[in-house]
T-cell receptor
């Protein structure tokens, strides 16, 4: 079975400060890892992914995430937060070679204060 | 490209009424999914269809049925709505395979209230 944990329901950060949204996972075999963002009253939008290769992946809107196999983590980061980054962020895992059923975390609400 | 289109966007039902949520994707994706999103619960998979002609139960299938009408369309039916089915429903699709990167594309959601 695969699982995803997002330990923080909410993350608060001041505009201009760096942000981190945490994600840890459990999966059999090699993982495919994803971050999605959801703005109010919208569907989820793809932000970035890790499939293989470089552990640091870069995505949309200046976000990046670091895959750490030993810690089974895939934390989302951004060097300088914007108020417009305020949204709900979901981490997801998919087992490579398995069924195409992603498992999502419960989501972390990011609030960026002016 | 429209991506994933869901209809309706909003719906209010009375307990016991039935309705069908429609979903269509124009990306020629193989797999399609129905999720429900409730506060603090994240996304929970109701049903999915790995390919045209197949459907399988997800985490919370009770009270729902689905139909994969063709490769484009995947509908979700509530036969007898209950207040516990008040939620936001999302349809998603995915193009399988390493080259396709397995990214899911989501519709804008259907906000359903059952009174």
């Amino acid at each position: 079975a695969q699982s995803v944990a997002q330990p923080e329901d909410q993350v608060n950060v001041a505009e201009g400060n760096p942000l981190t949204v945490k994600c840890t996972y459990s999966v059999s075999g090699n993982p495919y890892l994803f971050w999605y963002v959801q703005y109010p009253n919208r569907g989820l939008q793809f932000l970035l992914k890790y499939i293989t290769g470089d552990n640091l992946v870069k995505g949309s809107y200046g976000f990046e995430a670091e895959f750490n196999k030993s810690q089974t983590s895939f934390h989302l980061k951004k060097p300088s937060a914007l108020v417009s980054d305020s949204a709900l962020y979901f981490c997801a895992v998919l087992a490579s070679g398995g069924s195409y059923i992603p498992t999502f975390g419960r989501g972390t609400s990011l609030i960026v204060h002016p | 490209n429209a991506g994933v289109t869901q209809t309706p966007k909003f719906q209010v039902l009375k307990t016991g009424q039935s309705m069908t949520l429609q979903c269509a994707q124009d990306m020629n994706h193989n797999s399609m999914y129905w999720y429900r999103q409730d506060p603090g619960m994240g996304l929970r998979l109701i049903y999915y269809s790995a390919s045209e002609g197949t459907t399988d139960k997800g985490e919370v299938p009770n009270g729902y049925n689905v139909s994969r009408l063709n490769k484009r369309e995947f509908s979700l039916r509530l036969e007898s709505a209950a207040p516990s089915q008040t939620s936001v429903y999302f349809c998603a699709s995915i193009q399988q395979g390493f080259a396709a990167k397995n990214i899911q594309y989501f519709g804008a959601g259907t906000r359903l209230s059952v009174l």
